[in-house]
Nanobody, 125 residues
Framework: VLLQASGGGSVQAGGSLRLSCAASGRTFSRYAVGWFRQAPGKEREFVSGIRWSGGSTYYADSVKGRFTISGGNAKNTAYLQMNSLKPEDTAVYYC???????????????????WGQGTQVTVSS
């Protein structure tokens, strides 16, 4: 599976961005897709996830109500709509795909098998 993340950029606080994660080589149908982010000097952290089959979604507390993950489409592409962005959202955002991930493990990078290259999101105050 090859993942291509895109949509990052620079915005002011309160702005919006939509990230995309396109997969090639295999469909998402039996996978979970996760978005993670990593700021300089910090560990990679879970942002949001979605089960492609069934559509269950998961969010970190820090982004609930501001970010929306979507997918389950024929384009084999997952999206992360990010609204009301804050400076603390600044990071490199990565999408990842994993199969057979139990719910309790969906929040951990080690549960995912394939990773995209990352896209930079910068939010200025």
């Amino acid at each position: 599976v090859l993942l291509q993340a895109s949509g990052g950029g620079s915005v002011q606080a309160g702005g919006s961005l939509r990230l995309s994660c396109a997969a090639s080589g295999r469909t998402f149908s039996r996978y979970a897709v996760g978005w993670f982010r990593q700021a300089p000097g910090k560990e990679r952290e879970f942002v949001s996830g979605i089960r492609w089959s069934g559509g269950s979604t998961y969010y970190a507390d820090s982004v609930k109500g501001r970010f929306t993950i979507s997918g389950g489409n024929a384009k084999n592409t997952a999206y992360l709509q990010m609204n009301s962005l804050k400076p603390e959202d600044t990071a490199v955002y990565y999408c990842a795909v994993g199969g057979n991930i139990i719910t309790s493990a969906i929040f951990f990078p080690r549960s995912y098998h394939y990773w995209g290259q990352g896209t930079q999101v910068t939010v200025s105050s």
